[in-house]
């Protein structure tokens, strides 16, 4: 599986955090791709998930409200919103695939991209 992640950088508290996740190397409408994010002195947390399989979508308790997935099948790219930005926030974010549904915790991934570099800073 490959993994093209885009978007993170520096954000404005108070802004929007938008990411890409683009997967190659499976049958993309098979599997659920998510997003999770490792914050210093934390544990990695799950944001959000996408089942392209069934259309279904999981968020994280800590950031529902705020979060949004989408995904464009043309394009195999899954991608996240993350509104009202702030310091703690900060942190890795990584992109992940599981087979074939989002799992209760989407903390359960198969598959890991590199991760992009978010610090949400003024």
């Not at 404005?12 to 999770?36: E, H, K, M, N």
Request: glycine share 14%.
């Amino acid at each position: 599986v490959q993994f093209v992640e885009s978007g993170g950088g520096l954000v404005q508290p108070g802004g929007s955090l938008r990411l890409s996740c683009s997967v190659s190397g499976l049958l993309f409408d098979s599997y659920a791709i998510g997003w999770v994010r490792q914050v210093p002195g934390k544990g990695r947390e799950g944001l959000a998930c996408f089942a392209v399989s069934d259309g279904s979508k999981r968020y994280g308790s800590s950031v529902d409200g705020r979060v949004a997935v989408s995904v464009d099948n043309t394009k195999k790219t899954v991608s996240l919103q993350l509104d009202n930005m702030q310091p703690d926030d900060s942190g890795e974010y990584y992109c992940a695939v599981n087979y074939p549904y989002c799992e209760a915790q989407i903390l359960q991934y198969h598959s890991w991209g590199q991760g992009t570099q978010v610090r949400v800073s003024s």
